[in-house]
């Protein structure tokens, strides 16, 4: 089982979401940056779960603690390990499935593959690992904020409730307002209503998470397998319950022609009127931009300075709260209902596992292609 993730900033993560505790080990993190403690605390707890009438009843602190690579306020360059206790675990509830698969869950492919599986809330499955992303993610987000690149996503649909517009026209400031994490609120209020509803008949449902990286600089990405889109693809498919993920127009864009398409480059000044500045010496992409963004900010593989925007399909969560069929380890049919405390909805928890996710990619790209000056 391969648990490490990226190339020059990497995260290897440990636990399982009934044992001791979940972790990791962070390598390649530049030395020197201010490592904020209540920043990264911050961003675990919004993805904690009992933080809302919508979310999973488990109350957990998910307090970090670290054990190296940071001293006096500042990463020094050494592995940074770190862990989070867990707590609250219940693990009798899962006592009848031992023996039994849940619908749609990890439980019989992990049997099948390693011959043992933790059934106490799946285990290294659960979305409790994704603790360790968040760590990894924070600790991204304050390098990358040095280098003026910010990373926003939000809950843009839940079940058939969608947002109509594109991020441009909604003010991302306001996503924390609500417990959905919509920047629409006239949305997010239906949006939690039917979550609670769906919550209250023991199911569940699934939706979308829009994301936006503002200030990437040109050329991150590498042009022929690791294509910048290739690997966010890859960070957000291997995100708990995620079935599906398209950058810029993506399949909305088929429909249209190339001429309709094509992002026209124009110099940066196009809408001033004043000249722009042929110094051979000056930077191209300080000259030139683009009309529009349908590529959604990367071409060729690579980033072209424009907003990198992608959207994220969530399936419903598999575990439910109603009798299901399914069959034993032996193979014979029986009922199973789960017992236990889990989301209806993981949209609003998983949107900083999104940013997350993404952070790890574009600081592991940026070391790969520049130098961090402090």
């Known amino acids: 089982m391969r ?25 390649g993190f530049p030395a020197g940056i201010d490592i904020d403690m209540d920043f990264i605390q911050s961003e675990l707890n919004r993805r904690r779960p009992g933080q809302s009438h919508i979310t999973t009843a488990r109350k957990e ?3 970090v603690e670290f054990l190296s690579g940071v001293f006096e306020g500042k990463s020094t360059g050494t592995p940074i390990g770190f862990e989070v206790r867990n707590q609250n675990q219940h693990s009798q509830d899962y006592e ?24 106490r809330g799946g285990g290294r ?14 600790l991204a987000k304050l390098a990358l904020r040095q280098l003026g690149i910010s990373i926003t996503a939000y809950t843009s649909q839940v079940g058939n409730i969608a947002l109509e517009k594109d991020y441009h026209q909604y003010d991302l400031n306001t996503i924390e307002d609500n417990p959905v994490r919509c920047p629409d609120q006239a949305k997010a209020k239906e949006m939690e209503n039917l979550i609670a509803q769906v919550k209250a008949d023991g199911d569940t449902i699934g939706g979308i998470i829009t994301c936006v990286i503002k200030g990437c600089p040109e050329g991150l990405g590498e042009p022929e397998f690791d294509k910048l889109h290739a690997q966010l693809g890859a960070a957000m498919l291997g ?21 309709e398409q094509n992002d026209v480059f124009v110099p940066k000044d196009e809408n ?24 959604g900010g990367i071409q060729g593989g690579l980033s072209n300075g424009q907003d990198i925007y992608f959207r994220v399909a969530f399936k419903p969560v598999a575990t439910l709260l109603m009798e299901q069929d399914t069959v034993d380890l032996e193979g014979n049919p029986t009922k199973l ?15 900083p596992v999104v940013e997350a996710m993404v952070a790890m990619v574009i600081l592991d790209n940026y070391l790969m292609n520049k130098t961090i000056k402090l």
């Open 239 to 259: 995100i708990n319950a995620v079935k599906g993920f398209e950058y810029g127009e993506g399949f909305a864009g088929v429909t249209a022609r190339g001429s």
């Open 3 to 27: 648990n490490t993730f990226g190339n020059l900033f990497t995260l290897t993560t440990f636990g399982e979401s009934h044992g001791i505790a979940v972790g990791g080990v962070i390598d």
């Open 272 to 295: 001033t009127n004043q000249a722009a500045d042929k110094s051979i010496n000056q930077d191209v992409a300080a000259r030139i931009t683009t009309r529009s963004n349908h590529s």
């Open 61 to 63: 602190a998910d307090k």
């Open 96 to 119: 009848n499935m031992r023996c039994l698969f849940r619908p749609s869950h990890a439980d019989f492919t992990y049997n099948e593959k390693y011959g043992i599986r933790d059934h």
């Open 125 to 138: 499955s659960s979305a409790r690992i994704t603790i360790s992303r968040c760590v990894g993610g924070a």
């Open 337 to 351: 209902t789960a017992r236990g405390r889990h989301d209806p909805c993981v949209l609003p928890r998983a949107v």
